[in-house]
Nanobody, 120 residues
């Protein structure tokens, strides 16, 4: 059972920066995809950014040019550098990892979430 522990959330003024980090433990099989999702009050959870083990990245249109995801495949960590933050970025941010086992079944794991609040 992969465990994901996030850190780095907090309160910041609009235009500021935060960096989120996520560390995976109890990893038995390779993590195929690691990334970040967020959920604002009253809204569905949405993708923010993902990174594959091969180095491909994907970003939500709303964060392109402002957020950067980076990943260490050896340490099983993923970072999200968030710049030029806006009030609409306020949400609980969740780390996500997808593992593919030898039978090619996909397993999804989630962190506990970290609050990001951007004041105007």
């Amino acid at each position: 059972q992969v465990q994901l522990v996030e850190s780095g959330g907090g309160l910041v003024q609009a235009g500021g920066s935060l960096r989120l980090s996520c560390a995976a433990s109890r990893v038995v099989f390779n993590i195929n995809v690691m990334g970040w999702y967020r959920q604002a009050p009253g809204k569905q959870r949405e993708l923010v950014a993902t990174s594959t083990s091969g180095g491909s990245t994907n970003y939500a249109d709303s964060v392109k040019g402002r957020f950067t995801i980076s990943r260490d495949n050896v340490k099983n960590t993923v970072l999200l550098q968030m710049n030029s933050l806006k009030p609409e970025d306020t949400a609980v941010y969740y780390c996500h990892a997808q593992v593919v086992d030898p039978l090619r079944y996909e397993h999804d794991y989630w962190g506990q979430g970290t609050q990001v609040t951007v004041s105007s």
